[in-house]
């Protein structure tokens, strides 16, 4: 056994209104640049749906993830090294900038500045990346609420393993919310697609990064990672991802997309992973039992045994400590509501859904709503009769197995009766909760986590440990993104447009002169002689020799 | 009447020029590793493009591997060599005739390839850089001059390996002769050929070329999942203390702090370490 921690997030689907609050904030911290106008390390789909990139579950198409081979062997889903150097200079599974999207603006000025006319003026849509005009064919989010599903989403690939015939009449539609960062999986197949090693697990929390002075353009990270969150800055030809917010979670605060959800649905913790069983983990045969052996190797943070090696492993007591409040561990193995995204794909991913309810297809079996719930049975068929077809979820949670689902959704049912009673004054009914497999302590326990959802319940996030790492003092005021056009300096923060001067590249260089930006948020850093690095990626015009302080981690 | 060889334009030209350019690309290279990792790059454009790149891509890179190999061959390899491995005269001829115009055809058709992507996709356009510009001419001269003298010296006049190979090899041992490159069998297109490449040569570190001294052949034999610490001196550090949890990251990583200025080494820097 050797443990390690590994942070995890899990999302309540059942509270997800769709409001893109946690995609916005997090393309305004993270992905507002230059070359990162298409990046989403955050977004939310509408499901059924194709998805962003399109089509991205399509694994037939992409290639992404990991398969077994024919000895039963765990090996990349698009081949392995040779494979991967063979097709260096052309990476046939990538996808294009298409699938994602032409990244656009407006050209707002024109509403301003053109003369007085007997039309109104127009502000046309420009690409980001070129500055022409573009005639949009798709976007982020394009099939939002549904929008264009009659068309579209019958493309699905979670239906592909639905074997009954898909309802999709119009007073049949049923949709859910799929917010999706990146898995931090704990199997991570962009970090074995990487030919040059710049992508890697951190050891502390399993935080899986890109290291930006590492990266060397090979792209195979955006093709092998199954869920296509890692991306290609096309400005900087560098592979960069979601990093699960790590200046944040290191102080001790959730992501930026966990603090700002209205909904209050994600959650943050820490688990303790047995390392040494990860392999075998990921390479049982049935893709089914896929979800059993991850959690599998989620260890118990109350056994004493478990607390001993994981101190011995150098894993500080106050990191074992948060493991045993973790919301993840609570949510995923002790009541098993959460699932991963995708078990199937190998990768066994860290950021997990609780399933969301719906309501019943049929007006005559609302037996929830009615109260007419004397019997546990009639309440487990009815879960059967939701909207959203069971088996849908069963195909994106748990590789088509119906089961993990139903237990998932009893449960939450069954909180919900037991609360009731509880909260109605009338005589709490332990049978409830032992129908469903569970204990009455527990109930309560998880509608204080999935109901409630205090701040301090939501995230147990143990802070770094100065001692053991680097002081951080001398980051105070730095922002994550450290390289050549890093970030947003605030009072230039105008969002990269068309032909837009790269203003970051601008504030260094106005700070450099004396000029520094009058907000302080950004604090430019003195340049340190030691590490004055040379901006040969300046585009046309742009000065070299614009310094920008050291290397980072996106 | 001072000979040609010794006079002052060949003298720049053979000896001073290869010297300079070695001196700018050798210390350019090192300077670049040590200051700008971030900007070592093969800068793709696939996600922009990758019809033309498909096969452009492969073709010329392809051919460049063959002209690079042609080139060791004939230029780095000792004719005594390969006459000892009994390789005569003219069937090494027929070699590299045909080696080099199959390869330079590949370089040539690739290249067109590319830069009529690059510069009719208007995508790919705006990621090109004014570096990118001078090393496309100075490709497009070195590979222009490559095939010309290949084609030209199809009948076999000008013996390259005992002109201009012999002189190539006198350049690493501070010995070069340019009467070998002025000699009467040297054919104007060799010597614009050599010419032309030393300029490519020194504008190689600050361009996109660099990418080919970064080839990951270390990936195969790398374990898969690579995990870092946070710092990896103060892991090693705390493994020694503790006599366990040693760090069992790939040694793909160095585990110093990184040349570039990684955070870590600004740290420790900042900490008057």
Redesign the interface.
Known sequence: MKVRAQMGMVMNLDKCIGCHTCSVTCKNVWTNRRGTEYVWFNNVETKPGRGFPVDYEDQSKWNGGWELDRRGKLKLKAGGPLRKLANIFSNPDLPQLDDYYDPWTYDYDKLISSPSSEHQPVARPKSQVTGGDLDIQWGPNWEDDLAGSAEHAAFDPNFKKIQEEVKQGFEDTFMVYLPRICEHCINPSCVASCPSGAMYKREEDGIVLVDQDACRSWRFCVSGCPYKKVYFNWHTGKAEKCNFCFPRIEAGMPTVCSETCVGRLRHLGVVLIDTDRVEAAASVKDEQDLLEAQLDLMLDPDDPEVREQALRDGIPADWIDAASYSPVYAMAKKWKIALPLHPEYRTLPMVWYVPPLSPMESVGKALIRDGDDEDAANIFAAIDEMRIPMEYLASILSAGDVGPVRRSLERLTAMRRYMRDLNLGDEARPEIATDAGMEPHELEAMYRMVAIADYDDRYVIPKRHGEVSEGAFVEQGSCGIKFANGAPVPGLGEMTGVNAPDPYMGALAAARDGEAPETGALAVEEPDPDFDVRDLLSRHGGKPGTASAGGGDA | MIPFATSVPATAAYVVLPYVALAIGITGLIW?RR????????????????RI???A??I???GVLMAIGGHVLGILIPESWTEAVGISDDVYHLLAVAGGISAGIAVIVGFLALMYRRFTN??V???T???DLVIFGLLAVGIATGMAATIFNIPDSVNYRESVAPYFRQIFIFQPDPSLMTGQGVATIFQVHVIAVWFLYAAWP?SRLI?AF?V?V???I?S????????PR??AA??KR?G??S?D??P??PAGP?P????????????GE
Request: glycine fraction near 6%; aromatic fraction near 12%.
């Open positions: 670049r200051t700008d990792s971030f900007g070592w790059t093969a800068r793709s454009t696939e996600l922009l493009e990758s790149l498909r096969f891509s492969v010329f890179h392809v208007p995508r356009r705006v990621t850089t004014d570096m600050f990418h970064t990951p270390t990936y195969p790398r898969p999942i690579v995990y870092r610490p946070r710092n103060a892991a705390r493994a503790y366990s949890g760090p990251y790939s793909s990583i990184q570039t200025g990684s955070t870590g080494g600004r740290s420790r820097a900042a900490q």
